[in-house]
C-alpha cells in the first residue's frame, strides 16, 4: 500500500516570489509520482509525472520536482508564481502493478498581488 | 478531441434514494477510475475499469458499484444515499494498462445528499 503526505494544507505567497510545495510519499514497492493542479470548480490537471530516470522533472506552466528516493519526496517548485497558479495542488503516488492513484489532502496555494 | 464528460453535473438527492453518475472517457481511453473528494477526506479511489472488468476497488461500502460498456463509457451507482454521501465525484480515462500512464480528469459530479 501506499500513502502521501502533503506537509502544508494551504501556502501564501506574493507574486513573482519562489514557492515550494512539500509531498513525501510512503511505498514498499517502486512508484510512480505525479503532480496534479485543480482550479476552482474544475476537474485535475496534470503538472509533471516521475515514472524513472532523471530524479528532476520539468511540467507545465513552469513547475519543476525533484524525485528523492532517500527521502522519499517529490517537492514541487516554481522560481516565480504568477496570480494563475492560486489552485489546489495534489501529490499522488501509484505503486507498481497497481491502477489507482493515492493522492495527499492537497495544499492550496494563495498568490497574493 | 474532446475530454472526459461527466452528467449530470449538479444533482441533488435525498436520504435513502439511490443515483446513477455518467461517465464518457475520451476517445480511444479504455481505462476509466472513479474518485470521491470531500473536504474532510480528500481524494479517495473508488475503483478502476479496464474493457469491462473492475481491476481494481477502493475501500467503500457495497453501496457503490460501478459498471463499464463496450464502448468505455461507464457509470457509477450509489444506493440507499447517506447525508456523507455529498461530495465531487470525479472520473478519470487513460490509455494504456499501466499506472504510469496519465489519468485525464473530469469536471466532476457535485452530489449533495439533504
Known amino acids: 500500500a501506499q500513502s502521501v503526505t502533503q506537509l502544508d494544507s494551504q501556502v501564501p505567497v506574493f507574486e513573482e516570489a519562489p514557492v515550494e510545495l512539500r509531498c513525501n510519499y510512503s511505498s514498499s514497492v517502486s512508484v510512480y509520482l505525479f503532480w496534479y493542479v485543480q482550479y476552482p470548480n474544475q476537474g485535475l490537471q496534470l503538472l509533471l509525472k516521475y515514472l524513472s530516470g532523471s530524479t528532476l522533472v520539468k511540467g507545465i506552466n513552469g513547475f519543476e520536482a525533484e524525485f528523492n528516493k532517500s527521502q522519499t519526496s517529490f517537492h514541487l517548485r516554481k522560481p516565480s508564481v504568477h496570480i494563475s497558479d492560486t489552485a489546489e495542488y495534489f501529490c499522488?503516488?501509484?505503486?507498481?502493478?497497481?491502477?489507482?492513484?493515492?493522492f495527499g489532502k492537497g495544499t492550496k496555494l494563495s498568490v497574493i498581488p | 478531441k474532446a475530454g472526459v464528460t461527466q452528467t449530470p453535473r449538479y444533482l441533488i438527492k435525498t436520504r435513502g434514494q439511490q443515483v446513477t453518475l455518467s461517465c464518457s472517457p475520451i476517445?480511444?481511453?479504455?481505462?476509466v477510475s472513479w474518485y470521491q473528494q470531500t473536504p474532510g477526506q480528500g481524494l479517495q479511489f473508488l475503483f478502476e475499469y479496464f474493457s469491462e472488468t473492475q481491476r481494481n476497488k477502493g475501500n467503500f461500502p457495497g453501496r457503490f458499484s460501478g459498471r463499464q460498456f463496450s464502448n468505455s463509457r461507464s457509470e457509477m451507482n450509489v444506493s440507499t444515499l447517506e447525508l456523507g454521501d455529498s461530495a465531487l465525484y470525479l472520473c478519470?480515462?487513460?490509455?494504456?494498462?499501466?499506472?504510469?500512464?496519465?489519468?485525464?480528469f473530469g469536471p466532476g459530479t457535485r452530489l449533495t445528499v439533504l
Open positions: 499522488a503516488v501509484a505503486g507498481a502493478g497497481s491502477y489507482q492513484l493515492t
Open positions: 476517445s480511444g481511453h479504455r481505462s
Open positions: 478519470a480515462s487513460s490509455p494504456g494498462t499501466g499506472p504510469y500512464n496519465e489519468q485525464f
